[in-house]
């Protein structure tokens, strides 16, 4: 046998011992990363959070956030299916605790059999529940649905009313129904729609703190400029819809990624806050 050759001996399995480096427990514990990478950022990402630079609410950060939902969604609108201010009332009211989808599903048969207000406003609410059976709340929605006809007929000559005051003193319709009809049909920025797709994005992107609607509402108001109000919103409930969704967001996937630090990202390249959350 050739010097300086040791034969390798058996082990009591018949395996070959294979020698691996020894690796000291201390080269195991990797240094303490940077800040913006504690909290999940990607390695190497540089946080839109620094102390003392970071703020939420920024000028300059809106007018972004704003440009790339522009960019996404140039022109979106309420995907509810309605061809009067009459049709659009109603299926916002039955949109409450459902989708549009479904409820696209159930306005056309329900439109041709009542096709008026005053065909609404004769109906017992009772009339009207297997109708709307499948969108959820149908017995609320009834008596909305037949008490918002009658009061129409008796305050307003049968016409959907295009201002908030008037559309609020109808059942069934808060602040969120009556923006969108003033919105969406009469193009009147009374407000922002706050729904559960805007009250979790406006959350994630920080542009609120607030969980009550009407809080988020003021916060938008007073961060989104008034031209925008309309538009907004319908990105925002697009977004939502598409790659925003309540659990697993498609953050890979978002244009607002980097300018976004939600605590319940997917996948980010900046620091996530824990505050900023659905
Ligand atoms: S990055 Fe994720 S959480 Fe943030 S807005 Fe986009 S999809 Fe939503």
Redesign the pocket.
Known sequence: MPRGITPRRPTKTGRSEVTRPRVSRLTLISPSPPRAERKGALPGARSLAAPGRYRPTAPERVREILARLDRLYPDVTCALAHRSPWELLVATILSAQSTDVRVNMVTPELFKKYPTVQDFARLEPRELEPDIRSTGFFRNKSKSLVGAARKILEHFEGKVPDSMTGLLILPGVARKTANVVLGTWFGKAEGVVVDTHVHR?SR??ELTRNHDPKKIEVDLMRLIPREKWILFAHQLIWHGRR??VARG???AD?L??NL?H?AD?TWSTVARHSAAGA
């Open positions: 994005i994630r992107l790659l925003c967001p498609k953050c978002c607002l990624e976004c939600a990202k």
